[in-house]
């Protein structure tokens, strides 16, 4: 049987270990964490969810003090529309963001940042345009386009001058997805680079409605390889989710993938994002303890442990701080809620919201779990010790299991 380093990705000029280790926001696909994936050689992805609050703790800017400030006397108001970000500030965290990264980056591999159109911010087009400007300006060396069908993101870039050459991919969940951006993008004259597809299995938010149980990664793939073969396109396909073993990546490689893309092996990993208490969370979960539910504003239905502390949480909406959700006309679904239940509880101090959650705040605080449905299987990956904790991995551990492991084997730490 074959091992995923039998395989190479190959991107440009570039071979690469057909090893991706997919964008999680907010800060949990460190930059330590995508610069690990490119020193052995693979794909790391940084994600650009809530660029300011994460410039802020990682290089002690102000730019949510800033914003707060500003807005502090809208708070206890229930339109947000006066909300904006400034699009200067905007593009500064951006560049603090990846430009630091990239400074780091040692090694044959990639970096690329995750951007998820649903963060709509209050203006979606004039923020994205920001957002994917200033990372390609900052020197990333690609972009995924993720959560949202981007219909127009090609456009809003098709005049930067790094445009044909910086790697920009596209994350699809079925073959119509992917149609309607091909189409959409066709004016630009330019293919994406590589097509992620993310299926029911993926960690965070999923791109098929509450029937996605229904839905099979395998299919899929197999489904958007023949369209493509059919329209005589070559552009190399990434499957997602569920993707556990190097045994199961390597079976996707055999099948015609180019690479696979990778995330809740690396929610334990020493580099990854999460306090070191919520990884112990993460390996401890069983699967009666994982849900598919809606509590996300964006619509989409999202995977996380169900003791996460965020569902229902009621805490005040803190859109003057964030506000990354909010849509075109400054509403978030969360808020809608949140004012349901303070209107049916009055006087009470803290109500709960069961049917959404303030997802800017509870990601930015580390307190909603998202993962992959395989995350039951993370204890098997370590060793557990005396105190009774699992030990933590390394990044090139994981990476390295994936690339040399065989059949269904997981290699334990040392
Ligand atoms: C904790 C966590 C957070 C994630 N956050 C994002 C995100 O911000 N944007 C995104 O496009 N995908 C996100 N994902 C999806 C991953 O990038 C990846 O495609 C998927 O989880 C791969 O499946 P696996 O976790 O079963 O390996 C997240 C996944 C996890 C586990």
């Known amino acids: 049987m074959k091992r995923v ?64 400030k500003q807005y502090k006397f809208n708070v206890a108001n229930s339109n947000k529309s006066v909300v904006q970000f400034d699009l200067g500030q905007l593009a500064e965290a951006t560049k603090l963001h990846v430009g630091r990264t990239m400074d780091r980056k040692h090694g044959d591999g990639l970096i690329l940042v995750n951007c998820m159109e649903k963060l709509t911010m209050n203006a979606p087009r004039e923020t994205l345009k920001v957002r994917l400007e200033a990372a390609l300006d900052a020197g990333i060396d690609g972009i995924t386009l993720a959560a949202g069908l981007h219909l127009g993101s090609f456009g809003l870039i098709e005049d930067h001058p790094r445009f044909r050459d910086a790697k920009l991919g596209i994350i ?48 899929i793939v197999a489904e958007i390889r023949q369209y493509l073969l059919d329209e005589k396109l070559d552009i190399p396909l990434i499957p997602a989710g569920g993707i556990f073993t190097g045994g199961d990546a390597a079976t996707f490689l055999e099948n015609g993938a180019a690479a696979v893309q990778v995330a809740t092996r690396f929610t334990v990993a020493k580099e990854c994002g999460l306090p070191d208490n919520v990884k112990q969370k993460y390996f401890e979960a069983n699967e009666d303890g994982i849900e598919v539910n809606m509590i996300s504003p964006t619509g989409y239905p999202m995977r996380m442990l169900s003791n996460s502390p965020a569902i229902g949480d009621g805490i005040r909406p803190n859109c003057e701080a964030y506000g990354y959700l909010l849509d075109a006309s400054g509403n978030c679904s969360y808020i809608t809620s949140y004012n349901r239940e303070v209107a049916a509880h009055p006087g009470a101090r803290r109500v709960s919201v069961m049917d959404k959650t303030c997802l800017c705040t ?31 991995l390394t990044a090139e551990h994981i990476f390295k299991d994936y ?12």
Request: hydrophobic residues 40%.
């Open 5 to 68: 380093d039998d395989f190479r990705l190959k991107l440009g000029n570039k071979e690469l270990v057909p090893v991706v280790i997919g964008g999680m926001g907010v800060d949990i696909s460190t930059a330590d964490l995508a610069l690990e994936a490119a020193r052995l050689g693979g794909v790391g992805h940084i994600s650009d969810a809530m660029v300011n609050t994460v410039t802020d703790r990682r290089f002690d800017t102000k730019f949510v003090k800033d914003k707060l």
């Open 172 to 219: 699809v969940s079925s073959l119509r997805a992917l149609q309607l951006f091909l189409k959409k993008s066709a004016r630009t004259n330019r293919m994406p680079d590589y097509i992620v597809i993310e299926g029911p299995l993926a960690g965070g938010h999923l791109g098929f409605g509450m029937d996605w149980a229904k839905y099979d990664l395998a299919t």
């Open 362 to 392: 509870q990601m930015r605080n580390f307190e909603l779990w998202t993962c992959g449905h395989y995350t039951y299987r993370l204890k098997d990956t370590s060793r557990k010790q005396e105190d009774g904790t699992y030990q933590l």
């Open 403 to 414: 690339q040399f492991s065989t059949e269904g084997d997981i290699a334990l730490p040392e």
